[in-house]
Nanobody, 121 residues
Framework: QVQLVESGGGLVQAGGSLRLSCTAS????????MGWYRQAPGKQRELVAT???????NYRDSVKGRFAISRDNAKNTVYLQMNSLKPEDTAVYSC???????????????WGQGTQVTVSS
């Protein structure tokens, strides 16, 4: 089991930047996939970015070229650097970890508490 704690959210003007941090309660070396999701009021939660234990990254189309996910295994931390923020990026951003046990048979999902990102125009 792993606990995830996010930080770094806040209020920023359009065009600005924020860096979100997600710190895990244990080593992330063996966590298969970590990522960031976001959810705005009245909308579905959507995937923003993921990074695998091997360093492979994936982004939703709307944030490509603006956001970057990275990891620092020594700090048990995953980051989301968000540049050129737009009002439509406003949402609660949650850190997620996916851990597979017994090979690919069992997937455990862990979530942080979320951090609010508000982008004003």
């Amino acid at each position: 089991q792993v606990q995830l704690v996010e930080s770094g959210g806040g209020l920023v003007q359009a065009g600005g930047s924020l860096r979100l941090s997600c710190t895990a309660s244990r080593s992330i070396d063996n966590i298969n996939t970590m990522g960031w999701y976001r959810q705005a009021p009245g909308k579905q939660r959507e995937l923003v970015a993921t990074i695998t234990s091997g360093g492979t990254t994936n982004y939703r189309d709307s944030v490509k070229g603006r956001f970057a996910i990275s990891r620092d295994n020594a700090k048990n931390t995953v980051y989301l650097q968000m540049n050129s923020l737009k009002p439509e990026d406003t949402a609660v951003y949650s850190c997620h970890a996916a851990v597979w046990r017994l090979g690919p048979l069992i997937k455990d999902d862990y979530w942080g508490q979320g951090t609010q990102v508000t982008v004003s125009s």
